[in-house]
Nanobody
Framework: QLWLTEDGGGLVQPGGSLRLSCAAF????????ITWFRQAPGKEREAVAC????????EYADDVKGRFTIAKDNAKYRIYLQMNSLKSEDTAVYYC???????????????WGLGVQVTVSS
C-alpha cells in the first residue's frame, strides 16, 4: 500500500524560499512519477511540477519555471520541491501525488498526500 506525506510548508515573505518534501511509503520510486499539485482557495487543483519515473525527466508549469525545482532521492524515498522567488499567488495547499506518468489528470491519480499549506505574505 502506497502512501505519501508532505512537510515543509509555512509562511514566507514575497521573494523568499521554501523547500517542500514528500515522503513515499510502501513502494519504490523507480516506477512512479511524482507530481506536485497546488490548490488555492476557490480554484481548481493544478499541476506545478513533475518528475518522471526512471530517468527522472522533469516538467514544470509555465508560471513556476525558473523559480521551482523538483528533485528526488530514491534512496530516501523522498521528493523535494524547492521554491524560490515566491509570490503571493503561490499561496495554496500543496500536494504530492504518485502515478505511473507525468501529465495525468487529477481524477486519474489514485495516490495523494494530505497536503501542506504554503502562505506567501508580508
Amino acid at each position: 500500500q502506497l502512501w505519501l506525506t508532505e512537510d515543509g510548508g509555512g509562511l514566507v515573505q514575497p521573494g523568499g524560499s521554501l523547500r517542500l518534501s514528500c515522503a513515499a511509503f510502501g513502494v519504490t520510486l523507480d516506477n512512479l512519477a511524482i507530481t506536485w499539485f497546488r490548490q488555492a482557495p476557490g480554484k481548481e487543483r493544478e499541476a506545478v511540477a513533475c518528475i518522471g519515473a526512471g530517468d527522472g525527466v522533469t516538467e514544470y508549469a509555465d508560471d513556476v519555471k525558473g523559480r521551482f525545482t523538483i528533485a528526488k532521492d530514491n534512496a530516501k524515498y523522498r521528493i523535494y520541491l524547492q521554491m524560490n522567488s515566491l509570490k503571493s499567488e503561490d499561496t495554496a495547499v500543496y500536494y504530492c501525488a504518485a502515478d505511473p506518468f507525468c501529465g495525468s489528470a487529477v481524477d486519474e491519480i489514485d495516490y495523494w498526500g494530505l497536503g501542506v499549506q504554503v502562505t506567501v505574505s508580508s
